[in-house]
């Protein structure tokens, strides 16, 4: 089964730093591209950051940029989204997800599968 | 400033009834819509990419239309398991960021 699951959140105070993992399961995840997605309390979902196949592009939301870094390790299929000087404002639930082609051209747009997600409290 | 607008922000109607959402576009992006599922306390799921295309194992109720900057979701006859969030997300342009519209809350009337 294709899955993805994050972990690594927990409770941080203001300022501090986590370190959040997603692990895929049953495809390889050096194939595809991947984002970060995050939905904070009360809030829509906000992309995060993306990541290509093989590392060589990286792109970050204004409001994370400077502060979080996307990484991966297709050796051990995973994905990592390291985190610093962390604010109330990033208290949400923290999701890896898929990226996949458009059927019109090759640029990835839409994300198909998705984790369940890990929580990130900042208090 | 590319925005992305849903409406409404809640949609309030009952099991067995039809649901249409609404995302706006601020300028052209053709068909490079996709559509999301949340229901409370799970990851969001894709349902439509490619503004029509239903995604593995999304049921035919589902359906998605619009092109340029018009863009819907309906919903034929609502399931208890329908009543969730449902958003909206576009192909990254420039800047290159990938935008979600601030959804819609489909809830039990």
């Known amino acids: 089964e294709v899955q993805l699951m994050e972990s690594g959140g927990d409770w941080v105070q203001p300022g501090g730093s986590l370190r959040l993992s997603c692990a895929a399961s049953?495809?390889?995840?050096?194939?595809?591209?991947m984002n970060w997605v995050r939905r904070a309390p009360g809030k829509g979902l906000e992309w995060l950051s993306y990541?290509?196949?093989?590392?060589?592009?990286?792109y970050y939301a204004d409001s994370v940029k400077g502060r979080f870094i996307i990484s991966r390790d297709n050796t051990k299929n995973s994905l990592y989204l390291q985190m610093s000087r962390l604010g109330v404002e990033d208290t949400a639930v923290y999701y890896c997800?898929?990226?996949?082609?458009?059927?019109?051209?090759?640029?990835?747009?839409?994300?198909?599968?998705w984790g369940k997600g890990t929580t990130v409290a900042v208090s | 400033e590319f925005v992305l607008t849903q409406s409404p922000a809640t949609l309030s109607l009952s099991p067995g009834e039809r649901a249409t959402l609404s995302c706006r576009a601020s300028?052209?992006?053709?068909?490079?819509l996709a559509w999301y599922q949340q229901r409370p306390g799970q990851a969001p799921r894709l349902l439509i990419y490619d503004a029509s295309k239903r995604a593995t194992g999304i049921p035919a109720r589902f359906s998605g239309s619009g092109f340029g900057t018009d863009f819907s979701l309906t919903i034929s006859s609502l399931e208890p398991e329908d009543f969730a969030f449902y958003y909206c997300q576009v192909r990254p342009n420039s800047p290159l960021t990938w935008t979600f519209g601030q959804g819609t809350k489909v809830e039990i009337k």
């Open positions: 997800a898929r990226l996949r082609d458009s059927t019109y051209s090759s640029s990835p747009y839409y994300m198909d599968v």
């Open positions: 300028s052209s992006i053709r068909s490079y």
């Open positions: 049953g495809f390889s995840l050096s194939n595809f591209h």
């Open positions: 990541i290509r196949d093989n590392s060589a592009t990286i």
